[in-house]
C-alpha cells in the first residue's frame, strides 16, 4: 500500500 | 504603490478559477519581475506557484516589493464580477491595508471597482529545486482533463507511466480497472493537438486523481499541458499563460514506505 506524501518532503522552506 | 493594468481581464479570471478550490489564502509578491504566489493546498500535499511577467502586462508600476495576503475565495468573487472582455486594473498603494480592482468595459461605457480586504498571512515559502525529469509529456489539456476525469469516476488514485509505448494512465477502484494509453503524436498539423514525449528513463508514479482534478481546472489558460515525471520526486502539472508566464501545480507523489 502507498501512502501519500507531503511536499515538505521534498521541498525545504527557503 | 503597485498598480498593473491587463486588457486581457479573463485571463485574471480564469487564473483565480484555476486555483481559488485548491488554496484557501495566498501572499501575492509584486516586483519588478511581475506580479507572482506561491502556496500550498491546506493539506500540505500540492503547491501552486504562479508567474505574471511584468512585460506581460499593458501597463506595470511596482516601486517597491510588496506583498499582498489575499482570500482566494473572496478575491475569485471579485474577479467573477469583471466581464470577459473588460480591462482589468489592479493597484494597491504602499502602506495601505486594502487592493483595488478596476474593471473597465472595452467602450468604457462601465467602469467598476472593488476594495478587497488585505490579511496578514504566515505562509511558508519553499525552494523548488531546478530538477531533470526522467520524463516529460506534452498534450492536449483538455486531453488530460478529460482522462483525469474519466478515470476518477472508477478510482481514487491514478498511475502515470512513461515507456516507450507512450505514457499509460492507470486507476483501479471496486468496480474495476481503467488504462489509457496515450502515444506520441507529432504528424497533427495543429501543434496544440500533439502529444510529444521525451522520456529519458522509464517512470511511474502514484498520485491522488482529485489534485489531478483541480489542476485541469486550468485548462482554460493553455491548449497544452507540460507534466514532467522523476521517480519518486513531485510532478509538475504545468499550463503556460499565453507570452506572460505560467501556473505550475507541484503534486507529492504516493510512496511504499
Known amino acids: 500500500l502507498k501512502s501519500q506524501t507531503r511536499i515538505a518532503r521534498f521541498f525545504r522552506a527557503s | 504603490m503597485f498598480e498593473l493594468r491587463l486588457e486581457q481581464g479573463s485571463l485574471l479570471k480564469?487564473?483565480?478559477?484555476?486555483?481559488?478550490?485548491?488554496?484557501?489564502d495566498a501572499n501575492f509578491d509584486c516586483s519588478a519581475t511581475g506580479f507572482s504566489m506561491q502556496a500550498m493546498d491546506s493539506s500540505h500535499v500540492a503547491l501552486v506557484a504562479l508567474l505574471l511577467r511584468s512585460e506581460g502586462f499593458e501597463h506595470y508600476?511596482?516601486?517597491?516589493?510588496?506583498?499582498?495576503?489575499?482570500?482566494?475565495?473572496?478575491?475569485?468573487?471579485i474577479l467573477k464580477c469583471a466581464g470577459n472582455d473588460d480591462i482589468v486594473?489592479?493597484?494597491?498603494?504602499?502602506?495601505?491595508?486594502?487592493?483595488?480592482?478596476?474593471?473597465?468595459?472595452?467602450?468604457?461605457?462601465?467602469?467598476?471597482?472593488?476594495?478587497?480586504?488585505?490579511m496578514d498571512i504566515d505562509s511558508e515559502h519553499l525552494g523548488i529545486p531546478e530538477a531533470e525529469y526522467d520524463a516529460i509529456v506534452r498534450m492536449p489539456s483538455a486531453e488530460f482533463a478529460r482522462i483525469c476525469k474519466d478515470l476518477s469516476s472508477i478510482g481514487d488514485t491514478v498511475v502515470i507511466s512513461v515507456t516507450k509505448e507512450g505514457v499509460k494512465f492507470s486507476t483501479r477502484g471496486d468496480i474495476g480497472t481503467a488504462n489509457i494509453v496515450c502515444r506520441q503524436n507529432t504528424s497533427v498539423d495543429k501543434p496544440e493537438e500533439a502529444t510529444i514525449i521525451e522520456m529519458k528513463e522509464m517512470v511511474s508514479l502514484t498520485f491522488a486523481l482529485r489534485y489531478m482534478n483541480s489542476f485541469a481546472k486550468a485548462t482554460p489558460l493553455a491548449s497544452q499541458v507540460t507534466i514532467s515525471l522523476s521517480s519518486d520526486l513531485p510532478v509538475v502539472v504545468e499550463y503556460k499563460i499565453a507570452e506572460m508566464g505560467y501556473i505550475r501545480f507541484y503534486l507529492a507523489p504516493k510512496i511504499e514506505e
Open chain 2, 14 to 24: 480564469k487564473v483565480m478559477e484555476a486555483i481559488k478550490d485548491l488554496v484557501n
Open chain 2, 61 to 77: 508600476r511596482c516601486d517597491r516589493n510588496i506583498s499582498m495576503g489575499i482570500n482566494l475565495a473572496n478575491m475569485a468573487k
Open chain 2, 89 to 118: 486594473t489592479v493597484k494597491a498603494d504602499d502602506g495601505t491595508d486594502s487592493v483595488t480592482f478596476m474593471f473597465e468595459s472595452p467602450t468604457q461605457d462601465k467602469i467598476s471597482d472593488f476594495e478587497l480586504k488585505l
